[in-house]
Structure formats: C-alpha cells, structure tokens
Nanobody
C-alpha cells in the first residue's frame, strides 16, 4: 500500500526558510511524478512544484520560482520541498502527492496523497 507522510511544517517569519519532507513507501516510485500542492483557506489546492522521480525533470509554479526547490533522495525514498524567502501568502496546508502522469499540473493527475502539513508565515 502506497503511503506518503509529510513532515517539517511550522511557523516561520517572512523572509525565512522551511524544509518539508515527504517519506514514501509501498510503491514503485521510479515510475511516478511527485508533487507538492498547497491549499489556503477558501482556495483551491494548487500545484507548487513537481519532479519526475526518474530523470529529475521539474515544474515550479510561477509564484515560487527562484524561491522553492524540490530535491529528491533516491536512497531514502524522500522528496523534499525547500522553501526560501517565504512570504505571508505562502501560508497554507502543504500536501505531498504521487501520480503517473509526467509532471501533471492538476490535482486529478495525482493518485496518492499525504495527510498535509501546515505552514504559517508571519508577516
């Protein structure tokens, strides 16, 4: 059974950094795209960054380009989200997800989801 477990959320001041981690188990993740989504209260769940497990192709939303990166560790089966220069508008629940479509941009492109972790950026 595929499982995704996020960790690393918390409270940080604007301009600071935070690193989220997604631990994966129970699947052949080499065939997946791994994505990080976020959802703020009253808003849609949007893709922030994604990486193809094999090959390392990446996607970043315009709002996070140059600030966020999505490193993966094949040996540990983890996919992180390194967030730098955080802004108040980055406040959201962040979700790790896995899907078969290469760098799929939509929520429906992802089959497996973690439980989410809260990130709060104080201004």
């Amino acid at each position: 059974q595929v499982q995704l477990v996020e960790s690393g959320g918390g409270l940080v001041q604007a301009g600071g950094s935070l690193r989220l981690s997604c631990a994966t188990s129970g699947g052949t993740f080499s065939i997946y795209t791994m994505g990080w989504f976020r959802q703020a209260p009253g808003k849609e769940r949007d893709l922030v960054a994604a990486i193809r497990w094999t090959g390392g192709s990446t996607y970043y939303a315009d709002s996070v380009k140059g600030r966020f990166t999505i490193p993966r560790d094949n040996a540990k089966n983890t996919v992180d989200l390194q967030m730098n220069s955080l802004k108040h508008e980055d406040t959201a629940v962040y979700y790790c997800a896995a899907g078969r479509l290469t760098l799929g941009p939509r929520r429906s492109d992802y089959t497996y989801w973690g439980q989410g972790t809260q990130v709060t950026v104080s201004s």
